[in-house]
């Protein structure tokens, strides 16, 4: 009983007590309380108690929430469209659909084609604006692959993609004195353009139905073949992202060695045909946007020819055949488009003689990774057999480089030549002061070129000055070459050659043969007769820089892409377009230029 009235009597004392402005604790009315405590809270005065009004999304300025709004995804406007009534109506406008389509394509639009509106053109291909934004696409079909253009046409407010093709005309043979010998080269200018007879992709979609779901596959228009038998059909597939634990012992696309959008890769086999569910999304997060994949098969109408074999699932009545999933990827924008520092990386097309122009990626990285040990050994070959290295016919080391035997001793000899001359020119120089003299004495101070085989620097070569003076961006770094389509010997995705350094390390020389000049590129391509009168004409004109040449290895292999190997060549930087690479095993020039992508963009 004595506890429960000193209990009740702490409890009276402690109500008829005033509230302390120290006690944080302590009930507190709105009269005593200042406005300033609470800067997140606006104080209004209306019938009855004072209320308290918290500053809400909705109850910002247009202007303010509309800066609120462009910060959010697509998704995101999906969400907030399905809060309430106000912020619908701002989801729902236009201006920011219209930004959410632009962002994707590289064309201005000015209306929304067809559709009433951007954002009915934005959900017709939700999910597949990846396509035209990244623009560049490279399959997997070994050897050859295939290289996409994907744009979105603003007239039928479709998204397609056709095949890159390259047209070199007819093949005339050349030489010209390189290196001290003769050397076949092939006058390399192709039409390069879109194949607009038959579109690879082709996706309109439907306003008046919902976007398909991530794992379902999407059926483009088939092509009708001659006899209207039989057409080849064709279904797009959406890609789940790889996860990355998995990537050590599965066959994925792109191959490691290309550079990939957020390292977005996906499984490029599978016994099922990717039909399973584990290579489709089922969800927004696991969709990959920089990879997708193609079926292709051919599906009669009436009959099937006698003696055909049927295989593959899904056709009507058993007529499918000749079922193939092709698995495409991109590369990051930034890894193919040309700056200042890096005025090589670009997509390019090359002369492969026999096997026609194949594309190839050429990449100039910050951070390079360790080359192939059989390019490293290849690379080791100038040095050392400069060095006076000595390789048996046993030696198995030439073979593990990629380098024939007759091959290194024929390098070999060439250095005891060049020390010979070297010797020569030296003891005349002592007796008689000529500009020749001055000349040898800059050629044996010079480092560079003392570790330069002979047969790498060209007799039009200029004397190499005692340190380069273009040690410097854009000479520096590494530049890399890899096939986007490739041939039987070196399939797509495989690297083509490599300059280890563009600076003073690679560096061999200079050259200004004619046909390394603008000039003769200009006149070549337009198939000009009076080549001699252009030349004879420009005698009293400004007389071209000299050409860079750099060390680089050529990876070459037998059909099948066995046995392969990297062989010692050199590479003449002619300009940000165009490039030559010396092949000295086979004695021939393959010219390489760069494609022009944004001229598809108006085709």
Known sequence: MQAQRQSSRNSSEEGSSPATPTSSTSNQTPATTSTSSLPERSYTTAPGSPTFRETTLTSLPIELLDQILSYLSPLDFVNVSETCHRLRRQALDDTFWQRFVQRNVATKLKTSGIDPSFHKLYTRHHGRWFLPLHRIWYSDQYPYGKL????????????????????????????????????????????????????????????????????DEIRMPPTLQDDDSSRVEHSFIHTRNLETHNEGWQSVWPPRLLPTPDDQRVRNQSPSGFRSFDHNPSLASQLSTATFRIRQWIEFSHFIPAGLHIFGSGGQGGKRVGETVATYATLPVECYTPTKEKPWQGIWCGDYTGHGTEYLVLLQPDDPKPLPEKAQRAFAMWPNVNENAVLDDEDDEADDAGLPLDFVHHWELNNAAEQQASQTSSSSSSTTSTPAASTSEASTSNPEANTIPTRSRPSTTTTPPQSDPNDTAPYKGRLEAIKLTGDPNIPRGEPTWFVQDLGSRGFVGYTKDPVFSANHTQNTANNKDDDDDNARGEEGEEEEEPKRIVRSVGHVAHTGFIGDGYLPNCLVLISGDRLAQYWETFGFMSFYQRVDLDGFMSV
């Open 148 to 215: 996409l253009y994907a744009r979105y046409d603003p007239y039928r407010s479709c998204i397609e993609a056709y095949q890159v093709v390259a047209e070199r005309g007819r093949l005339n043979s050349s030489s010209v004195d390189f290196a001290g010998r003769q050397v076949e080269y092939h006058p390399f200018h192709p039409y390069v353009h879109l194949d607009l007879n038959s579109a690879s992709i082709h996706l309109s979609g439907d306003t008046n139905e919902q976007p398909p779901d991530f794992n």
